[in-house]
């Protein structure tokens, strides 16, 4: 079976997503036509030893590399985006990342791809000022072409096997780079080496701002980010499951200089991250029995272990973190890049 | 084991799409959306539609006369 | 102009049928719920009026632990092997 399609006028623009629309394909932006020789460019640049890429729920079709490489040219990647992307697409692929379950969900989870490494520079992926915002091909482009093999490939379309009731903007790409850190990155703590180029996905809502620029003091900073977190709107609350603390790197700095490591700060925030009983309806609370959680005291935990808040540094100058709690049923799942 | 799914109508779009992908032809029930954060009164109605629902159903399968 | 079909890629494959209750099953009809509100309440009410008006039973009701993710297929298989027939609520 053929994957070419013969398609009329495709070099002119407005033609081109006139046609797209006509068939459900994209995100509604403008895309690049996915040309013979446009994917082929992609395929070319390819490293040896590529992820096995399975069946994409809910459709239940596995893509090829040629399909892949097609999303990759639509979302505007470069050759070099694409190991990237497989890599991204092989990590939500994981058992544990529950890929169907967060696409079909009425929840705004988008897929989150965070990138360490060297590959952040060589992509110039941008782990500094607005690396969650506008302005940066790389991670405008590798979260987009994620989304649109899920979208494409996977089916995943909103309103009909995307069932999410508000969506987020998450969902259009949803990519940044992790920044120098004042401890061990992320990845490498995950088990990878500092020179290695590292993927880690995660069904998460977009970043929820932790804004502190009165506190001078690691234990204070970490006051409002628990109070930040102590929300019961999220699926965290009940579902459980990973969640990732984001800190900028003056509050990062502050917390270092302070003494604190990554491990005491998640621990900290797990006994003071607490939502209190009062906050949480009758009915919320009857929901959240029936899925076996029960306030600890006369407050709930966000999620069911210290483990589950991961955490990383991004950003540039300023006073902001950000908390990006996810679907809950979800992993924070890890890759190597190829 | 022979099914019928009981499906809000928000949803049926995605169960329809979900069976043509596995090239399944579920027995569907249909009630209106949603049934979570109801009244007692408004469960009830959602309750008679897919009772009245599962037992055409299985009247159809032959299970009930 | 010839492109690349997005949405190209390698069918799934047919659906894989779950076991088949044995002749001597222990119950007649199983309720399975997502775990959202309400449907466990639906189910629970179809079992009962199954029993009461048309005598259909005895009836079980399941629920997946979360509806945040898919059913275990070993909780499909027990079933299918105890219900001849399955009521499922989906997609709330």
Redesign the interface.
């Given at each position: 079976m053929t994957d070419v399609l013969d398609l009329p006028d495709v070099d002119d623009a407005w033609a081109w997503t006139a046609a797209c629309e006509e068939r459900g394909w994209g995100d509604g932006l403008p895309t690049v036509p996915p040309t013979e020789e446009r994917v082929a460019a992609m395929l070319a640049a390819l490293p040896p030893d590529l992820p096995h890429l399975g069946p994409l729920p809910p459709r239940g079709v596995t893509p090829t590399l040629r399909s892949v490489a097609a999303n990759a040219v639509m979302a505007g990647c470069r050759p070099a985006d694409l190991p990237v992307v497989l890599a991204a697409l092989d990590a939500v692929q994981d058992e544990a990342y529950n890929l169907h379950g967060t696409l079909a969900t009425t929840h705004p989870c988008a897929p989150m791809v965070l990138v360490s490494g060297p590959v952040c520079d060589a992509l110039g992926i941008n782990a500094g000022g607005n690396c969650l915002g506008q302005g940066t091909r790389a991670n405008a482009v590798i979260g987009r072409a994620l989304s649109l093999v899920l979208l494409h490939v996977g089916g995943a379309r909103p309103g009909v096997l995307d069932r999410s009731t508000q969506g987020s903007p998450a969902k259009y790409t949803f990519c940044f780079g992790e920044s120098d850190s004042p401890w061990e990155s992320l990845a490498v703590r995950r088990g990878f080496g500092a020179d290695e180029g590292v993927v880690s996905v995660m069904a998460a809502e977009p970043p929820h701002n932790v804004n502190d620029h009165g506190s001078t003091t690691g234990a204070e900073i970490l006051l409002t980010v628990a109070g930040t977190m102590a929300q019961p709107g999220s699926n965290n609350v009940y579902v459980r499951g990973p969640h990732l603390l984001l800190l900028g790197p003056e509050h990062a700095a502050t917390l270092h200089r302070d003494g604190w490591t990554p491990d005491t700060i998640r621990a900290h925030l797990w006994e003071h991250a607490r939502i209190p009983v009062s906050h949480v309806s009758a009915g919320n609370r009857r929901q959240f029995v029936e899925w076996g959680v029960e306030p600890d005291g006369d407050a709930y935990t966000v999620s069911d272990a210290p483990e589950n808040l991961h955490l990383a540094v991004a950003g540039g100058a300023g006073k902001h973190s950000a908390w990006i709690p996810s679907f809950g049923g979800t992993a924070l799942v890890s890759r190597r890049v190829p | 084991?022979?099914?019928?799914?009981?499906?809000?109508s928000?949803?049926?779009?995605?169960?329809q799409?979900?069976a043509t992908?596995?090239?399944?032809e579920p027995r569907l029930v249909v009630?209106d959306?949603?049934?979570?954060?109801?009244s007692p009164d408004e469960?009830a109605g959602?309750?008679e539609t897919?009772?009245a629902g599962?037992?055409a159903e299985?009247r159809s399968?032959g299970?009930?006369s | 102009m010839r492109i690349v079909d997005p949405t190209s890629g390698t069918a799934p494959e047919d659906t894989v049928a779950v076991v088949a209750a044995a002749d001597g099953a222990a119950g007649a009809l199983c309720g399975l719920s997502n775990s959202k509100p309400g449907a466990h309440d639906i189910l629970a009410a179809i079992g009962r009026r199954l029993a009461d008006d048309h005598g259909l039973g005895p009836n079980g009701l399941e629920a997946k632990p979360s509806a945040a993710v898919g059913a275990d297929p070993a909780l499909l298989d027990h079933l299918a092997a105890q219900y001849r027939l399955a009521v499922v609520a989906i997609g709330d």
């Open positions: - | 084991m022979r099914s019928i799914l009981v499906v809000t928000s949803f049926l779009p995605l169960v799409a979900q992908a596995r090239r399944a009630v959306h949603p049934v979570g954060g109801l469960l959602r309750t897919a009772y599962v037992v299985l399968m299970e009930l | -």
